[in-house]
């Protein structure tokens, strides 16, 4: 790696990131593409855990929890070596073609399509937040600005017959779990905002 907390040129055995597709870097991972339609999202190192496993294993079980009520590409959560033999912690999953839901312009958004898709989103992280007692993360992306807002949301993914896809659910449990006031704020606040999101659609 180049770098204590980068993995940019990072040469995993038997996969090469393509270093001229970078797709993001969130607060946990880098991600960039790969040869034939897959992205792959890389761990950063934090601290002495350098590619921490249980950053891999409560990802893996974050999706798998909230996959019975948001769509969730194809992922697979890996252990991995470097070529130099250091241990990773790599998630592969299928790229879709579409944009975010952060790039799709209003008056795009609430056909009737979208305005069913906005609604059945409001109803699952409604239903996430009273079952499971947690929300995914749906806002991605470094703190910035509109992380209180779903409309501007960089881990919703709107695809080419307008369906929209939870592209990374892990999230900050902190943040979003129901279990501690922090959380309950900040997760009344993202439901609040779907709930707007689809009542706009439904007035138009």
């Given at each position: 790696?180049?770098?204590?907390?980068?993995?940019?040129?990072?040469?995993?055995?038997?996969?090469?990131?393509?270093?001229?597709?970078?797709?993001?870097?969130?607060?946990?991972?880098?991600?960039?593409?790969?040869?034939?339609?897959?992205?792959?999202?890389?761990?950063?190192?934090?601290?002495?855990?350098?590619?921490?496993?249980?950053?891999?294993?409560?990802?893996?079980?974050?999706?798998?929890?909230?996959?019975?009520?948001?769509?969730?590409?194809?992922?697979?959560?890996?252990?991995?070596?470097?070529?130099?033999?250091k241990p990773v912690s790599v998630i592969?999953?299928?790229?879709?073609?579409?944009?975010?839901?952060?790039?799709?312009?209003?008056?795009?958004?609430?056909?009737?399509?979208?305005?069913?898709?906005?609604?059945?989103?409001?109803?699952?992280?409604?239903?996430?937040?009273?079952?499971?007692?947690?929300?995914?993360?749906?806002?991605?992306?470094?703190?910035?600005?509109?992380?209180?807002?779903?409309?501007?949301?960089?881990?919703?993914?709107?695809?080419?017959?307008?369906?929209?896809?939870?592209?990374?659910?892990?999230?900050?449990?902190?943040?979003?779990?129901?279990?501690?006031?922090?959380?309950?704020?900040?997760?009344?606040?993202?439901?609040?905002?779907?709930?707007?999101?689809?009542?706009?659609?439904?007035?138009?």
């Amino acid at each position: 790696m180049q770098g204590k907390r980068s993995t940019r040129g990072l040469r995993l055995l038997g996969l090469r990131a393509r270093e001229e597709e970078t797709l993001g870097s969130g607060f946990f991972n880098d991600v960039r593409g790969l040869a034939g339609e897959k992205v792959i999202k890389v761990a950063k190192p934090y601290g002495p855990l350098r590619q921490p496993l249980s950053w891999l294993l409560r990802n893996r079980r974050e999706h798998v929890q909230v996959e019975p009520y948001l769509r969730v590409p194809a992922t697979y959560h890996v252990r991995m070596r470097t070529a130099h033999g250091k241990p990773v912690s790599v998630i592969l999953q299928r790229k879709l073609a579409g944009r975010l839901l952060s790039q799709v312009p209003d008056a795009e958004l609430y056909g009737p399509s979208m305005r069913r898709e906005l609604t059945g989103l409001n109803a699952a992280l409604d239903r996430c937040s009273r079952e499971l007692g947690w929300l995914p993360d749906v806002i991605g992306g470094p703190p910035r600005w509109g992380m209180h807002d779903v409309r501007r949301s960089n881990n919703l993914l709107v695809d080419v017959n307008a369906r929209i896809w939870l592209i990374d659910p892990g999230a900050l449990f902190f943040w979003f779990s129901r279990r501690n006031i922090i959380g309950r704020v900040y997760t009344g606040v993202l439901l609040r905002s779907a709930r707007r999101l689809a009542r706009r659609g439904t007035k138009r």
